[in-house]
Nanobody
Framework: QVQLVESGGGLVQAGGSLRLSCAASGNIFSVNNMGWYRQAPGKQRELVAIISSFSLTMYADSVKGRFTISRDNAKNTVHLQMNSLKPEDTAVYYC?????????WGQGTQVTVSS
């Protein structure tokens, strides 16, 4: 099994920044994809950014140029630096690890951006 624990959420004013972190533990193999998804009230969960074991990245169009995903393979952690935050970024942010057909989710961390 794999456990994912997120941290770093909170309340911030529009234009501000937050850094989310996700620590993975358990039965982790080196080859996997890690990513961040978010779910706003009344909306479906959506991709924010993902990063492969080789640090290839992909971003949702809505966050390109504002968010940066990174990972530390030695520490099994993934981070999401969020700059120029907007009220529409308000959501619960979930960390996800995928490896082959297995997908694991964290419990989520709330990000609230006030206008």
């Amino acid at each position: 099994q794999v456990q994912l624990v997120e941290s770093g959420g909170g309340l911030v004013q529009a234009g501000g920044s937050l850094r989310l972190s996700c620590a993975a533990s358990g039965n982790i193999f080196s080859v996997n994809n890690m990513g961040w998804y978010r779910q706003a009230p009344g909306k479906q969960r959506e991709l924010v950014a993902i990063i492969s074991s080789f640090s290839l990245t992909m971003y949702a169009d809505s966050v390109k140029g504002r968010f940066t995903i990174s990972r530390d393979n030695a520490k099994n952690t993934v981070h999401l630096q969020m700059n120029s935050l907007k009220p529409e970024d308000t959501a619960v942010y979930y960390c996800r690890l995928s490896r082959s057909i297995n997908i694991y989710w964290g419990q989520g961390t709330q990000v609230t951006v006030s206008s």
